[in-house]
């Protein structure tokens, strides 16, 4: 025809031959098969046990850097290294013999470098159900492993740190706590005998080491237990109990003595006989340990009230510790349960402590689900609302 240029060979009709449509069907599959970014591989299953590579993509030349002539025609015992070679022949034969897709996962050594991958195979079956080829792909996950080996690493350290910290803390508890509660015992001792028999100056020096020495082992404990819940080791242990028998009368023996040695009256109010609660005993009295510790410590004059009330709809128990004390300014409450801080801090602040105890409050009613509100006003005093939710009667 005038004017047509003709490109190729065509059938009298004009269409492509069926030759030329495959040889350009091929070449795209072929451009695809070496663009996709995941290894390729076609193997001939041959009888003997052979399987016989018949084709590769170029992301398998790359990722194990052999020629496609190391590759094409050769057994996979041949281009395989070991150890992983014994897996890869088990593999085939169990994709063949249970007629499925095999997937797992090998590391080579390839003159590439380490390869490590996620292998899938699947077998090709003609009409009388015999196995003639198996495709295949092998997705590169080295970098995946490498990550997670350092990911292992990093976590086992870290285990590693956390245990000899955990460890280090409780030896160190252990050796201060031990000779400090001796120290506290024989002050106390010696002050029960020598009353009435020496000045009232050394029975102060007396009291002194006792403050001192309780002053010591409730830091180490507060460290301790701030260790513990930091990095995770703190294990609770949930039990059902009573929680105005079991704990609030044991607070009130423990503090009472101290709040009157400082002058302070003493309030309970309680229109709660009991109530059963589920929840970590040993946290739920350091809650109560801490708040009243504070009370007692940045109240010089005044009261200290504990109220154990019932809600409205008598499923909450709500638990308020009061204080006339040095209060705190709303600044200072916005930031109360970060650890080691307090609002008078330095050298010379006016009050001791290490900025511990609300933190580790918060903490342990986290732990135990009981809601904390806080309401103070700085030279007034604090006001902390227990609530816990669905207690039974």
């Not at 059938?11 to 040889?23: D, F, W």
């Not at 330095?346 to 511990?356: I, Q």
Request: charge should be negative; glycine fraction near 8%; hydrophobic fraction near 35%.
């Amino acid at each position: 025809m005038k004017g047509e240029i003709i490109t190729g060979h065509r059938e009298k009709n004009g269409a492509r031959s069926a030759e030329e449509l495959l040889r350009e069907r091929e070449r795209h599959i072929s451009l695809i098969y070496d663009t996709v970014g995941e290894s390729i591989f076609n193997i001939k299953v041959e009888t003997g046990g052979k399987y016989i590579f018949t084709s590769v993509n170029q992301c398998f030349i790359t990722t194990t850097g052999l020629s496609k002539e190391q590759i094409i025609g050769k057994n996979v015992t041949e281009v395989i290294p070991e150890p992983s070679l014994s897996v890869v022949l088990k593999k085939y034969a169990e994709a063949i013999r249970e007629k499925r897709i095999v997937r797992w996962e090998e590391v080579s050594e390839y003159p590439a470098g380490r390869l490590v991958g996620s292998v899938s195979v699947a077998p090709i079956f003609d009409d009388r159900l015999r196995c003639t080829s198996l495709v295949g792909t092998v997705h590169d996950i080295t970098e995946r492993k490498r990550f997670e080996e350092e990911l292992i690493r990093a976590k086992e350290k870290a285990e590693k740190a956390d245990k000899i910290k955990t460890e280090f803390l409780a030896q160190v508890s252990h050796e201060i706590r031990s000779p400090m509660n001796a120290i506290v015992c024989y002050a106390y001792l010696l002050k029960e005998d020598l009353t009435g028999k020496i000045t009232p100056e050394l029975i102060e020096y007396l009291d002194g080491i006792d403050s001192a020495g309780r002053r010591l082992i409730r830091t180490v404990e507060l460290i301790l237990n701030a260790s513990e819940m930091q990095i995770g080791t703190y294990e609770p242990s949930f039990v059902e109990f009573g929680l105005v028998n079991e704990i609030i009368e044991r607070i009130k023996a423990d503090f009472k003595s101290q709040i009157e040695e400082k002058g302070l009256i003493f309030n309970f109010y309680s229109d709660v006989t009991d109530a059963v609660i589920f929840g970590d005993k040993y946290s739920i009295y350091q809650i109560f340990v801490n708040l009243l510790d504070n009370a007692v410590k940045f109240t010089d004059e005044g009261a200290i009230t504990i109220k154990v009330e019932r809600s409205e709809n008598n499923q909450d128990i709500y638990v308020i510790i009061e204080d006339t004390g040095v209060g705190m300014s709303q600044e200072f409450i916005d930031q109360t349960f970060q650890p080691f801080t307090q609002e008078d801090e330095g050298y010379s602040r006016k009050y001791e402590g290490n900025g511990l105890g609300l933190s580790l409050v918060k903490g342990y009613c986290d732990l135990n689900k009981i809601t904390l509100e806080i309401q103070s006003k700085k030279n007034t005093g604090s006001r902390f609302k227990l609530i816990f939710a669905g207690v039974n009667n």
